[in-house]
């Protein structure tokens, strides 16, 4: 049995495509993706920053990073879901995104929590 770490993060993320706010004619495309964090840690944390890279379909890489997530910066206990919901727009009809959020945890120590890579797809697009 392994033991548990006292700083880990779990990352879900669901992606969905946003067309009325999309222009394909004009390459504007918009996505929300709503990520769910849980403390899977024994230490309670708070998520201090965020870390993205995004890439779209032509290889353009944008990154972003900046304090919080929707302007909060979450504590979370052992066991607690934190959710929220954010929008990206891309030049294409398909890119990527992936990156990181640094954890404070109450002990004083400061982790990553990696971010795995999503697609962000308009519908049909991928098989």
């Given amino acids: 049995m392994t033991e548990q770490s006292p700083y880990t993060i779990d990352v879900q993320v669901q992606t969905r495509f946003v ?10 495309y918009v996505f ?10 024994r230490l309670p944390a708070r998520l201090l920053a965020r870390r993205w890279q995004i890439t779209d379909a032509n290889g353009k890489v944008e990154e972003v990073s900046g304090d ?8 979370m206990r052992p066991g607690e879901d934190f959710e929220y919901t954010s929008g990206a727009v891309l030049e294409t009809p398909v890119g990527i995104m992936g990156g990181s959020y640094q954890m404070l945890a109450d002990d004083g120590t400061e982790f990553e929590a990696p971010i795995p890579t999503f ?5 049909r697009t991928l098989h």
Avoid: F, H, M
Avoid at 32 to 41: D, H, Q, V
């Fill in 19 to 28: 067309p009325d706010q999309s222009r394909p004619g004009d390459n504007r």
């Fill in 32 to 41: 929300a993706y709503t990520i769910t964090l849980r403390n899977a840690g």
């Fill in 68 to 75: 919080g997530v929707v302007g909060e910066q979450p504590w």
């Fill in 119 to 123: 697609t962000l797809s308009i519908p």
